[in-house]
């Protein structure tokens, strides 16, 4: 190869490409599919997490590469790690942000082993597979590859596995951010989960960038009443039948429509790859909604249902007594409720509490959290929306409102910009973070380690 067409060609590739030695994608793409298997067999179920084990194994293989860590625990067992590579670039950091733990899994309802790890017919299985081992592993192999690679940075990398996200986060990044804040303050940007690039029909793909999110409102119902022998049921409602009664009125309450600037925008974006009459309604989506048939047909979606309007979940119930013949004087429920940008949890609480007026139910707040953001104008958007029209031709790269929370609220509040992206590419029926028999393909899952390190790389 001539000078002159080396030249032509460095010039033709994009500028991460240049930073570093090309990495030897089939050898690294093996190394990552047995690091991810070997991270699923942890059980970091929380309660009660075990985090720790998580977090000693993803030490051990930074470790090796002599990356520099800190194993940081807020309890016994509730291990957070803590890792960096820095070669004294001027440009703010940049934090690569994961969570160890995961939620239960009932494994009477799995075709597979939800701790095997099992490749089979082309996925690879487990909790945590899609929510969210598969992102802890790319940004772990993107810290691998810059130190192999010796690439020239020009900003910090932080790699943060935390505890306790499906939990609260009192143990994880709460923690973190209060009492080891400055670890990271210096930090100007932040990866963490939310959307991923998802696939649907012949259309684009459409890569889900979220620089917000619901705020969480989770609460306690509680209800007392006469307990006794099942074959003498009181005239009085007992406690359980005053439970049904408020949840049903709760069920039956539908939550105003409310279309917040952010999400607009979304509808909007969406309208490029709509066809027929989908794209003019997109596009005008404000004057769409106030057609009923429009509205009702659109919040049949679950996804915009939950960018639309506040959502309540019934998520647990549970009584003072589990013997059939025993009727207990004590009954709750759990609601995992989520609030657009703007609501006041306080205010949605009470309202609630006037829904359920009557049944002597006492609502008792568990965790009421803050709606965060990001703006969209940064360095780190324009990097994202570069890989994916690297990877994708034609893709769309929009902002969708994130209707979970996550732990970015915690960073924002220290001036850091948060988006929720995972590089994974998904259809709806992909999608199983906290369903019965996780899994991703092992194609969308090496993609998402591909993009991670391209990212980074422009991010340089």
Not at 185 to 206: D, R
Not at 359 to 379: M, R
Not at 389 to 415: E, N
Request: with cysteine; glycine share 6%; charged share 20%.
């Amino acid at each position: 190869m001539t000078r002159r067409l080396l030249v032509i060609l460095l010039l033709t590739l994009p500028s991460w490409a240049v930073a570093a030695t090309k990495p030897n994608w089939p050898v690294v793409e093996k190394e990552a599919t047995t690091y991810f298997q070997q991270y699923l067999r942890i059980d970091t179920t929380n309660p009660p997490g075990n985090e720790t084990a998580g977090a000693k194994f993803l030490q051990s293989l930074l470790e090796k590469e002599a990356i520099r860590c800190r194993l940081l625990e807020s309890k016994p067992g509730r291990g957070n790690l803590f890792a960096y590579i820095d070669t004294g670039g001027k440009k703010a950091p940049l934090i690569l942000l994961n969570h160890i733990d995961v939620v239960s899994a009932e494994k009477k309802y799995w075709k597979e082993d939800p701790f095997s790890g099992i490749i089979k017919d082309g996925e690879i299985w487990g909790r945590g597979a899609t929510d969210n081992k598969n992102l802890g592993i790319a940004e772990l192999m993107t810290m691998l590859l810059l130190r192999r690679n010796k690439v020239k940075l020009n900003r910090t990398i932080f790699f943060l596995a935390v505890a306790d996200e499906e939990g609260g986060s009192t143990a994880g990044s709460a923690w973190i951010t209060s009492e080891h804040h400055s670890l990271i303050e210096k930090a100007q940007f932040l990866l963490n989960e939310g959307s991923v690039i998802t696939m649907k029909g012949g259309q684009p793909p459409v890569y889900g960038v979220s620089p917000a999110e619901k705020a969480v409102c989770w609460l306690e119902l509680r209800a007392v009443g006469p307990a006794g022998h099942g074959a003498f049921p009181p005239f009085e409602p007992s406690a359980i039948q005053k439970l049904m009664m408020a949840l049903n009125k709760i069920q039956a309450y539908k939550t105003d429509i409310v279309l917040t600037p952010g999400v607009e925008k979304y509808f909007q974006d969406l309208s490029k790859i709509q066809l027929g009459p989908r794209k003019l309604q997109f596009l005008k989506i404000r004057e769409s909604l106030k057609d009923p048939a429009f509205a009702q047909e659109i919040l049949k979606d679950p996804a915009f249902n939950a960018v639309l309007r506040n959502t309540v979940a019934v998520t647990s119930l549970s009584t003072s007594s589990a013997k059939v013949n025993i009727i207990p004087a004590e009954a709750s429920a759990t609601l995992d409720c989520r609030l657009l940008p703007g609501e006041n949890s306080a205010q949605f609480v009470a309202k609630l509490q006037e829904l359920v007026k009557g049944t002597n139910i006492e609502i008792h707040p568990i965790v009421l959290g803050e709606s965060s953001s990001s703006p969209i104008d940064t360095e780190l958007f324009r990097a994202i929306a570069k890989v994916a029209s690297s990877y994708d031709k034609g893709a769309l790269v929009t902002t969708p409102l994130l209707p979970s929370s996550t732990d970015s609220t915690y960073f924002r509040k220290l001036g850091i910009t948060c988006y929720g992206f995972e590089p994974f590419k998904l259809t709806e029926e992909q999608e199983l973070g906290h369903a019965h028999n996780e899994r991703i393909s092992v194609s969308s899952f090496l993609g998402g380690v591909r993009r991670m390190y391209d990212l980074v790389l422009a991010m340089q």
